[in-house]
């Protein structure tokens, strides 16, 4: 097995949703993140690399409790894999996606007053074992 780590950016708020599993309801929440790789290309521009990455449980709980659009986070996961899809102009593209196993939030948590981030806590960040998990 192996384990991939990935540093970006939230691109969009987070959204809580509950799934029915064998176990009973579970928490589900999805981030969209951008990830800068690599230098910048010709024309000046960043090359970044899009993952759809999904939390489980209480890291999911967690997760769209403190994270907004624009935030910085860290992410661990030992399931990254290539979704292939075709526009509607007939390009093929692919999507990343993933399990996220750890999280950490880098820099201030989302404000439900306004967008700006405050400072963090001074607490351990939290990480929670997804090995257990039903999915």
């Not at 950016?9 to 029915?20: A, F, G, H, S, W």
């Given at each position: 097995?192996?384990?991939?780590?990935?540093?970006?950016?939230?691109?969009?708020?987070?959204?809580?949703?509950?799934?029915?599993?064998a176990s009973g309801e579970t928490s589900?929440?999805?981030?969209?993140?951008?990830?800068?790789?690599?230098?910048?290309?010709?024309?000046?521009?960043?090359?970044?690399?899009?993952?759809?990455?999904?939390?489980?449980?209480?890291?999911?709980?967690?997760?769209?409790?403190?994270?907004?659009?624009?935030?910085?986070?860290?992410?661990?996961?030992?399931?990254?894999?290539?979704?292939?899809?075709?526009?509607?102009?007939?390009?093929?593209?692919?999507?990343?996606?993933?399990?996220?196993?750890?999280?950490?939030?880098?820099?201030g948590r989302k404000s439900a007053s306004?967008?700006?981030?405050?400072?963090?806590?001074?607490?351990?960040?939290?990480?929670?074992?997804?090995?257990?998990?039903?999915?």
């Open positions: 097995m192996y384990n991939t780590t990935f540093i970006g950016n939230i691109t969009k708020d987070c959204t809580l949703r509950k799934v029915n599993t589900v929440c999805d981030l969209d993140i951008a990830v800068n790789y690599g230098r910048r290309n010709e024309d000046g521009k960043q090359n970044v690399i899009y993952i759809r990455a999904t939390a489980w449980a209480r890291l999911a709980e967690v997760a769209a409790k403190y994270l907004g659009k624009g935030q910085k986070v860290y992410i661990s996961t030992e399931d990254l894999h290539a979704r292939a899809y075709t526009t509607k102009d007939g390009k093929v593209g692919a999507s990343m996606e993933c399990t996220i196993k750890e999280l950490e939030m880098l820099g306004s967008e700006t981030a405050e400072a963090p806590a001074a607490a351990e960040p939290e990480t929670i074992d997804t090995a257990n998990l039903p999915f």
